[in-house]
């Protein structure tokens, strides 16, 4: 059984509805749900099940990323009970065993993949 403590936002689905407390988390609504960014959602479902999930996005060539309303049906889809934004942009960026996995882009001018410098993460260890 999973449960998440993280700081983030903003909330994206409660107890299986959409919920998105845009203006709560300080985000303008015209733009904030209809903007295509990067994103790391995550959410648990009614058995208890962790969905994590990194959508990359700015690099027209490989992905545009989502707006907050498609990564609501993201969660949705994957079952999420209750699920909430960790990252938008250059932050999202999955690494597993030493490997990265996405395309980090921390601006739609960027030259390439480019991490965003922050001071948290989530990390899933194997016991």
Request: overall charge neutral; aromatic content about 4%; glycine content about 14%.
């Amino acid at each position: 059984m999973w449960g998440i403590v993280a700081g983030g936002g903003p909330a994206l689905v409660r107890n299986g509805e959409i919920y998105l407390n845009i203006v709560d988390n300080g985000i303008i609504p015209s733009q904030g749900v209809t903007e295509r960014h990067p994103r790391t959602p995550a959410g648990v479902t009614a058995a208890g099940e962790l969905r994590l999930v990194t959508i990359d996005g700015r690099d027209p060539s490989t992905s545009v990323g989502v707006t907050l309303q498609e990564a609501v049906q993201v969660m949705k889809r994957l079952g999420a009970k209750d699920a909430l934004s960790l990252g938008t942009g250059g932050d999202t960026t999955l690494i597993a065993n030493n490997t990265l996995y996405d395309r980090p882009m921390d601006s739609w001018t960027a030259p390439g993949p480019t991490e965003r410098k922050v001071g948290n993460a989530v990390v899933l260890v194997k016991q």
